[in-house]
């Protein structure tokens, strides 16, 4: 069973960097878009950045000029650069990858920025 197994969450200091990765464990043949979603304690999950087959990208207003996302179709895997934190993108990241006929959720990872 394919599996997406995240890396790359953390504890930093406002104004540091992260960076996020997503892989899937198998292979997989027709990935379309992959995204980075993320939900903050006592919030809803919310959509943060996604990237399309074709490399068109997708940012909320919040983290844009921030944060960018990648992928390297290769390797089946989704990246999220995160520069200038700040204490509001403190939260649990997931990635997600969708399918033709499914979509993929990574077990998520905890981002906490401290002040």
């Known amino acids: 069973q394919v599996q997406l197994v995240e890396s790359g969450g953390g504890l930093v200091q406002a104004g540091g960097s992260l960076r996020l990765s997503c892989a899937a464990s198998?292979?997989?043949?027709?990935?379309?878009?992959m995204g980075w979603y993320r939900q903050p304690p006592g919030k809803q999950r919310e959509l943060v950045a996604r990237?399309?087959?074709?490399?068109?990208?997708h940012y909320i207003d919040s983290v844009l000029g921030r944060f960018t996302i990648s992928r390297d179709n290769d390797k089946n895997t989704v990246y999220l650069q995160m520069n200038s934190l700040k204490p509001e993108d403190s939260a649990v990241y997931y990635c997600?990858?969708?399918?033709?006929?499914?979509?993929?959720w990574g077990q998520g990872t905890q981002v906490t920025v401290s002040s």
């Open positions: 198998g292979r997989i043949l027709g990935i379309r878009a």
């Open positions: 997600k990858m969708d399918l033709v006929l499914a979509e993929l």
């Open positions: 990237i399309t087959s074709g490399g068109t990208t």
